[in-house]
């Protein structure tokens, strides 16, 4: 038997396989940063606002040290969802933090008004934006910029709208995110902390600079320190994560199940995967609750659906479950389970039995975090 641990929400499960029926476990030798090479880094930002979009613990301790290194942060901007996290540092501190909201006046106008006009903070100042990055399936790799443009609704229509037809997109090549980026070159006072993370293991990357090179780097350090080679298979158990990775639904999808199916998973109907997700946090979309209601139904006419958060991810999952013919298993609760046509194992020991009948000699690929591991032909 060979014992096998897996991110989880806040902990790891483990199961057990026998010999026979494990092919290969695909997990990324990848090495944390020291404490002293992130301090030097820290020691080089001169801006005096950061905007904190990611409550990861990785994003938690970069900001810790550039908040007890860097006299010269005066405020902490954030989206409402992080608005606990970044008060309470700011208290800590003494500084200033003050929320990002989105000026709504201007939802109807033009979107070339750019990103400064939906984000009037944006345009005060000397700005760094501290961001983690995850796959997404719209931006193929979450960007600063694409962090930011995912805030203002009207702004992630438009990329929705553009490029719905080729989702999902891959880190290497997501034109949305490229567009996103373009939105930025003219806004030189922003800046951006790009970090690389790995459960278990810390940040394993970071970049500083202009949001494009950034970006770039985070892109290379991505696909060269988290890469495996593929390993195509009928049989697959995956873990998504833990912590922000599989909080709910929607962030386990988008950040583990697709790369799984793009490149790990055989496009046959006797194919089968099991995903590890916890999802204490429930549906995480309102695409994903609307669905789950009957109140929408993406596959009778795409065209006509207006665009709500999540939707791109409802629409890739719909699309490769169709294209590959497989049946998924899962931890989930059976309501949410069966909503999504996924079926449901007991939990991560009853894993591997769901996948290979006792006696079988089928072998099942195991990816202990989907979330943080890149694939190479």
Request: charged share 20%.
């Amino acid at each position: 038997m060979t014992e096998i641990w897996v991110p989880y929400g806040p902990v790891d499960v483990s199961f057990d396989i026998k010999q026979e029926n494990l092919s290969h476990i695909l997990e990324p030798r990848a090495q944390k940063i020291p404490q002293d090479e992130l301090e030097i880094i820290s020691d080089r930002v001169s801006e005096e606002n950061i905007v904190l979009l990611s409550g990861t613990s990785g994003a938690q301790k970069f900001l810790e040290i550039l908040l007890m290194r860097n006299k010269n942060l005066k405020k902490i901007i954030y989206p409402k969802s992080l608005g606990a996290l970044a008060r309470r540092k700011a208290l800590e501190y003494s500084i200033d933090s003050v929320q990002l909201s989105v000026d709504s006046s201007i939802a109807s106008e033009s979107f070339e008004k750019g990103i400064s006009a939906y984000l009037p903070l944006l345009a005060s100042g000397k700005m760094l934006i501290l961001s983690s990055a995850h796959y997404d399936p719209l931006f193929g790799l979450s960007s600063p910029a694409s962090e930011i443009i995912s805030l203002v609704p009207e702004m992630k229509k438009h990329l929705f709208t553009e490029f719905s037809g080729e989702l999902p997109f891959i880190p290497e090549k997501a034109p949305a995110s490229d567009y996103s980026i373009s939105l930025f070159q003219s806004l030189t006072q922003i800046r951006a902390v790009e970090l690389v993370e790995k459960a278990g293991v810390g940040i394993i990357g970071l970049s500083y600079g202009e949001i494009g090179s950034t970006h770039s780097k985070t892109v290379d350090i991505w696909t060269k320190n988290l890469s495996v080679p593929v390993q195509k298979s009928e049989r697959v158990i995956f873990g998504c994560g833990g912590g922000e990775n599989d909080r709910n639904l929607t962030d386990a999808f988008s950040r583990a199940l697709f790369p799984v199916l793009i490149n790990a998973t055989l496009p046959d109907s006797d194919a089968k995967i099991c995903m590890l997700a916890e999802c204490g946090h429930g549906l995480g979309s309102e695409a994903f609750l609307r669905f789950v209601t009957g109140r929408l139904e993406p596959r009778s006419k795409i065209g006509g659906v207006e665009y709500v958060d999540g939707l791109e991810v409802l629409l890739s999952f719909q699309k490769m479950q169709r294209d590959l013919q497989i049946n998924i298993l899962t931890t989930l609760p059976r309501f949410y389970a069966a909503k999504f046509d996924l079926k449901t194992v007991g939990g991560a020991r009853e894993a591997p039995l769901s996948l290979v009948q006792p006696g079988s000699r089928a072998k099942i690929l195991v990816i202990p975090d989907a979330s943080s591991t890149s694939f190479r032909a």
